[in-house]
């Protein structure tokens, strides 16, 4: 087994795996508001192709995976993926992104399953905001699902955040005191102009300094804490609470310098880098660990060291465009 480096020398250990495109939601920073077209069933990713491409990454010296979407408990096999993942002995850390709606069902077979870690999306405690930003979500099946989660002993339950000026920034508070009574992770995240005009997104972005103000003005004294897992987040902990808060900072370029991470969309592309349009089809050499490993390296090889370095450095670029897919269609 021989790890797999970028020209930056960093090391590539964390696979984030997108199953299926489809979603049952219509969230405003990861879909437009008529839905997309997608992807047929022959486009996506079978089960047997995804678990012969994580074998292929863990012999690259992967041994995290999270699994993605667009929504990934909407696909009928999601439980036999999980379980054939875990079957494969390098991997030692399997986790999910969900947005939870399907969770109070899927939870327990999850997590027999063995599936280690949750992600799950929700931006607000009001139901009728949480419908304005899911066009059409119902929050209590969220909130159902991250209580029947929280009961089955999941490592860690993450839930996921993104401040929009305007709709939810009035709710950090209440999220960072949810970590009171809540052994959970809340993670906010920065808008990113992904599948956005750049005038809507410049309206609706929060900086995250507004989280820092307001647990001074409620008189919140918070510590710096290290938290177990593979996420880009900077961590918290308000003084006797029992769980704590994250900052995500993709615009800010924090998010980057220290980027593990490896992306492989729903149809069967690996994209090196979340926000740029470069992409190469690794579904073709699934079967040739060789080719599939130097497919793996070449994209690798054409990561930039951030979104700043790629705007610096156009000429490394294979192609220049930002990407033309939407969040849902690469998995975050």
């Known amino acids: ?3 797999i480096y970028d020209q930056y020398n960093r090391k590539h250990d964390y696979l984030r795996l997108s199953i ?34 994580v074998k292929n990454f863990t012999e690259m010296g992967i041994n995290k995976v999270r699994i993605t979407g667009g929504e990934p408990l909407l696909r009928t096999d999601v439980v036999e993926i999980i379980q054939r993942i875990r079957e494969i002995p390098e991997v030692k850390d399997i986790s999910i992104t969900t947005n939870g709606l399907f969770l109070a069902k899927k939870a327990a077979a999850l997590k ?8 799950i999306s929700l931006d607000t405690f009001k139901p009728d905001v949480y419908k304005e930003i899911t066009r059409g979500g119902n929050i209590q099946q969220v909130l159902d699902g991250i ?11 993450k839930l996921n955040v993104v401040l929009i000026k305007g709709q939810n920034d009035d709710e950090i508070l209440d999220f960072i005191r949810y970590t009171k009574d809540h052994d959970v992770n809340v993670r906010f995240i920065e808008f990113m102009p992904i599948g956005n005009a750049e005038a809507d997104w410049k309206q609706e972005f ?31 902990q ?39 349009n470069e992409e190469i089809n690794v579904r073709k050499v699934i079967s040739d660990p060789v080719k599939f490993r130097q497919t ?3 994209a690798l090889d054409n990561k930039p060291l951030n979104h700043e370095m790629a705007l610096a450095q156009p000429e490394r670029i294979i192609d220049k465009a930002p990407t033309w897919r939407h969040m849902s269609q690469i998995g975050g």
């Open 238 to 276: 308000i003084e006797g609470f029992k769980g704590s808060f994250g900052l995500i900072h993709p615009i800010s370029a924090r998010f980057c310098e220290n980027c593990n991470r490896l992306r492989i969309t729903a149809d069967g592309y690996i994209k090196a880098c979340l926000y740029w």
């Open 1 to 3: 087994m021989e790890p």
């Open 112 to 119: 027999q399953a063995g599936l280690d870690r949750l992600n």
């Open 147 to 157: 209580a029947t989660a929280a009961e089955l002993g999941f490592k860690k339950i």
């Open 20 to 53: 299926t495109d489809r979603c049952n939601l219509r969230c405003v920073y990861c879909m437009p508001k008529e839905g997309l077209p997608f992807f047929p069933d022959n486009r996506v990713l079978s089960q047997d192709e995804i678990v012969q491409l």
């Open 296 to 298: 793996i390296q070449r």
């Open 206 to 236: 929060v900086p995250l300094d507004n989280v820092f103000d307001l647990c001074h003005q409620a008189g919140l004294a918070y510590q710096p804490i290290e938290l177990a897992g593979n996420g880009p987040s900077d961590n918290y």
